[in-house]
């Protein structure tokens, strides 16, 4: 079955980085676009960031653009997301996303905290 497993998140003070994975089982991980998205209390989960199957193309949501940069490794089966410039808006849990031929799969999602 389909599994998604993120890592990496944690507490780090504003204008710190951190770099998110999500390593990926159950399917065939370079056939598919893979994303991240966030959820921070109170607020609807929101689409971060999203990258072809061969990782020749990435969109990014506005707040986040310039500052973090997703990537894959289809050699691992595993999906980055290299977060720099952190601030507590970023506060959220992240999760890893893949939508393939039979059904939307999500990881159990890792906390990311920017707070000093």
């Known amino acids: 079955q389909v599994q998604l497993v993120e890592s990496g998140g944690g507490l780090v003070q504003p204008g710190g980085s951190l770099r998110l994975s999500c390593a990926a089982s159950?399917?065939?991980?370079?056939?598919?676009?893979m994303s991240w998205y966030r959820q921070a209390p109170g607020k609807e989960r929101e689409l971060v960031a999203t990258?072809?199957?061969?990782?020749?193309?990435?969109n990014y949501a506005d707040s986040v653009k310039g500052r973090f940069t997703i990537s894959r490794d289809n050699a691992k089966n595993t999906v980055y997301l290299q977060m720099n410039s952190l601030t507590p808006e970023d506060t959220a849990v992240y999760y890893c996303?893949?939508?393939?031929?039979?059904?939307?799969?999500w990881g159990q999602g890792t906390q990311v905290t920017v707070s000093s």
């Open positions: 990258i072809t199957s061969t990782g020749g193309s990435t």
């Open positions: 996303n893949t939508r393939t031929r039979w059904g939307n799969y």
């Open positions: 159950g399917f065939t991980f370079s056939s598919y676009a």
